[in-house]
């Protein structure tokens, strides 16, 4: 039995993972952690929750946080936050994974960058796990998970773009340059904060593109793209908000090396990803939306190239909050405790 | 005082021009033309109409539809209506706009292409008036426009797409070769016709590509964007339904030419549209959704050119209903019948 | 031409008076205040409106606000601020149309009673203005508000209440005992500022009662009928949020008297209110949703009385932002300038 | 282990019960039957349950469906259907859990009524089942369900509003005349079939009463609640959709008789349902909205009297399509089976 302690327990991030832990077999949740809500149960923020997860919240520096007898924290924590917990976590042998961008990067340069781009301090808290903390896209990273001390849980448009692209990067099917991820996500990716875009009336008949001039994304999909390939690869990425709640719809085009076609294209991403249980590979003749994905830890990936114009075109479909967020940490927990890695992911979701 | 006949007064494009007739102070509805609801007030079908609109509608072959005394016509009708349709109200003196694909390429061969993808003959029954219509993207063709007897109304996803390229191709900002449309659209675009994937709880949250195979309104872009540039160009265009109902998002990409900047497309977009009432540009700090445009005969074009990676990108924003059907209907037949091209186009939407 | 001052002209019920006197042929706003985004154009806050309404917020206090030529003064304010404003506008010869509670009421007693229901100071600062003040639901008080210097617009949910109950209140088809509003509203009703329940993510899919223990428009209502019966009636009144932006369903019960039927009951609505230019009266056959008002100043009532159980039922149809809140407004100023009651008022809205 | 055959297995109420059953420990699906999709997957019409059930549809007369090795069958079938299926299982010695109102009513007179309501056929074609058929609101009937050979499954607007009035009703804390219960609905009640009414853009900012002559299941909520005060009782009925997926909010009214107070119904609530693992009372102070059901088999029951006025009220919370149709069903077969009776209906929904 793994046990668990939650950072940010209150958070999209947090009690989405407390869904997915009551599920699990294997794994217990013994410590939650959050700023608010501090005394009181979990369930008193989620009535939802009443019954199945009454336990109470305590501040980060209690001594409940600090001693608890977990196996495993989970910091469902802006960024930030994670450079302070997780040394004092790996401290008291407690494995991380962590949410945020703090352990993506294994150096302290690109942190820097990292940080720049979401206008924080550029320098890194606990440079000394970064070099050790593996990114934690569990089916690019299996082996390093399995043995990491802390992993870099990764962004939920980057875990859609990543695998979409994959397969095309590794076997040549993609020219390098040029490579475009047009990205649309529901509204729960920015968190339960109300803003003045995610009020209701403002956002129930409007669709929009934010921050064009880089989101922080781009760089896990650039290094983990540019490991891949052995060269270094540029992307360009246009987050957008369309008004859904859950999922990630990211539509990926590049140029279509001379001769390659999509039933190529098509055969090598089945390949590639046949014996994975959460990436599921579809013709484009096959209707596919965001709502099959809903609810589940699945991602699936529609080869769409265009032969006609000698466009790459790959549509990748994931739900945000799972395997964009608390499924693929899920994952990562099955993985670094040795459990069978689909273990309390393989739920049928509810529909509609 | 313009006299207007309308067919297909019942769908979505039907009252979306009604409502904008209702508000034009030189333009009168005399004849609204359907094939359901004959006999009854259009009100009757659409209550909110009552006190508004409570003409009855006639049938296609009745004496008034037949005998009306409009000076133009507008085909709110699908595929394969105005082909039918036109030639008789041409014959009785009425100018014609027609919605759907049948008048906007000018010839048998482009039209057959068209009709094969999407399943109807392709054999055009009145080929003696291709030769003679006009594409109505008002802006490109105004000139043609004020002349033509047949005007074939733009589609929606090609106003978007053409007016987010045409001074980009114009004037040598983007590599002709790749283009890609990457289009999102609310569901209205899809008609009032109740359908499996618009049932609200299968589309309430729900996002997915469409129709991967080739959408239909890609000729038309290709062929606008080719004409301007003299040279044939094909684009890779991704339909996709997001669930809002009035707007289209389309983002679209190419490569910058060596040299070219964001701030160089920026300044020549502006130049360009200076003087359109309907066409505005916007830098890519600026923060557009479609709900700026929700309601409203404008397209808002956002210039966001990605220097570091070498990609051009313009995100176009419009109305699907509006300056994608009937306000670029009603914005032509000003333009037809020398009319000021903004008259009872330029009211404030309302919000939210 | 009535020359408007608009005193929160940011808000949403400040934008929807703007959209409506936009289109008013005898009105022009000539002063817009807000204590956010002075010295911006008020399309700067809501690009929506850029072209439209372009003229530039000014401070309360400013010479611009103090020294406005205006003939009218609008109060789009929350509860209290009108009771600072108003005294100051009559002051300097400016009628006053207010949409907050602080002069709905006519006496200091009652004020006190409201107020306490909202959390708020039960000291009225304005006490002079509360005997000539007139309570703004024009259909009732159509002769008062013509000469009024101040009018107390109506709470939406009581505009639906008021013009439901009214005839059978008048005319003894309910009983007075046990009357009962269970009245659900879209999210807009709340106004423009974030909160946790209306976050769009929280808010998708739900629906809930609140403010159990008593909202304070059931003051208004009461008030109202009470005034009409000539006797006091008491009024319980469920304030409900449904996942839609615009409009009200109010639906109403109470005790057929004995004899009474729905028959009876839905002539004397239609007589009642036979010459009501915004009060429709349906038959429950007919099938109504509140978006047959969306963007309309029309309140659609249907008669449904339940002769099987003795029950009176009246469902009341209303778009809050305009019957509810700005079209009120408006109608209203019509009336205390002489002009005719539907000016600006009578354009059909834009579906769907 | 309880093998389980499912008649119409390709709607909401069939699918649900999948997803139930996949979770169940103790019960296996071992045939599906359809008339739509026979010879493919569930999984091929529901993408989303692919590789959670992958079973092959079999037509109603098949050998496979006539020879079903089940111990249950659930027909999630429309009215009518049941009548003629269940006698069919019964005498195949499997017993039968019917979503429709086939079962709901012991006599044939009851149902004659309850048809001619629906417009169908008031012959019952298997009457000699209504006699021993047990209305199946498992809290109320738990005894018989234990053995029962057919239960007929509630309705899901009457669950919500027994469930609410049952305590006081037994109790005496309301007046059994003149009940009230105004009911609002989400979109999934009305099953998958695109309709007009519930086509995206004609839904998603819309309210409306419907029905408003009579909808059937006041029958199974006079019927109940006559019984539990053993005397007739009246009910009126408003049923209502707004514009969410999953859920119902009836609101229920009636009179307090003299000296009764909300205290005193609130205690009485608590006390009646403080064993029941999925009736949950609150007072009027807590917060509560369907969201907090959403996905769950639990009834929330807010009790709000108004003590002012005289007015019973209370609030059901229900998510329709468990509660409401899948859950109860399944709940039933536990207890029909000695099973515990949540089990496989314990597990927390997932939230937003």
Redesign the interface.
């Known amino acids: 039995m793994v046990r668990v302690k939650l950072i940010g327990a209150g958070g999209?991030g947090g009690?989405?993972l407390?869904?997915l832990m009551?599920?699990h077999p294997e794994a217990r949740l013994v410590t939650l952690v959050d700023v608010e809500g501090v005394g009181k149960r979990l369930s008193d923020q989620?009535?939802?929750?009443?019954?199945?997860?009454d336990k109470v919240i305590v501040a980060p520096d209690s001594a409940e946080a600090l001693g608890s007898d977990a196996d495993v924290t989970f910091c469902a924590t802006p960024d930030g936050v994670g450079q302070t917990s997780a040394p004092v976590e790996v401290a008291a042998g407690r494995r991380v994974v962590d949410y945020s961008g703090d352990y993506r990067f294994d150096s302290v340069e690109l942190y820097a960058e990292y940080a720049r781009r979401i206008h924080r301090d550029p320098v890194h808290r606990a440079p000394e796990l970064l070099g050790e903390s593996v990114y934690g896209l569990t089916e690019l990273h299996r082996t390093e998970i399995a043995k990491a001390r802390v992993v870099g849980n990764p962004g939920c448009f980057a875990v859609s773009c990543i695998v979409g692209f994959a397969p095309a990067v590794e076997h040549g099917l993609v020219e390098l340059e040029?490579l475009?991820c047009?990205c649309?996500t529901?509204?729960?990716g920015g968190g339960?904060?109300?803003?003045?875009g995610?009020?209701?009336?403002?956002?129930?008949?409007?669709?929009?593109?934010?921050r064009?001039?880089?989101h922080q994304h781009v760089m896990e999909i650039e290094r983990e793209l540019g490991r891949i390939a052995g060269s270094t690869i540029?992307?360009?990425m246009?987050p957008?908000v369309?008004?859904?709640?859950?999922?990630i719809?990211s539509?990926l085009?590049g140029?279509l090396p001379s001769g390659v076609t999509q039933a190529q294209v098509l055969a090598t991403y089945r390949d590639t990803y046949a014996n994975e249980p959460f990436l599921?590979v579809r013709d484009?003749?096959?209707?596919?939306?965001?709502?099959?994905?809903?609810?589940?830890n699945r991602a699936i990936v529609?080869v769409?190239c265009?032969d006609?114009?000698?466009?790459f075109?790959v549509?990748s479909h994931i739900d945000n909050?799972v395997k964009g967020q608390a499924g693929s940490a899920m994952q990562n927990m099955n993985v670094m405790f040795g459990l069978p890695e689909a273990l309390g992911l393989?739920?049928?979701?509810?529909?509609?």
């Open positions: 999209y009690i989405g407390v869904e009551l599920r989620w009535p939802y929750l009443r019954g199945h997860c040029g475009v047009d649309k529901g509204v729960s339960k904060k109300p803003t003045a995610f009020h209701f009336p403002e956002r129930y008949d409007n669709s929009n593109a934010y064009l001039t880089g540029r992307v360009t246009t957008q369309v008004p859904m709640v859950r999922g719809l539509t085009y140029r599921h484009y003749t096959e209707s596919v939306g965001t709502s099959d994905v809903r609810g589940s529609t769409a265009d006609r114009t000698g466009i075109r549509i909050l393989d739920q049928s979701p509810q529909h509609p």
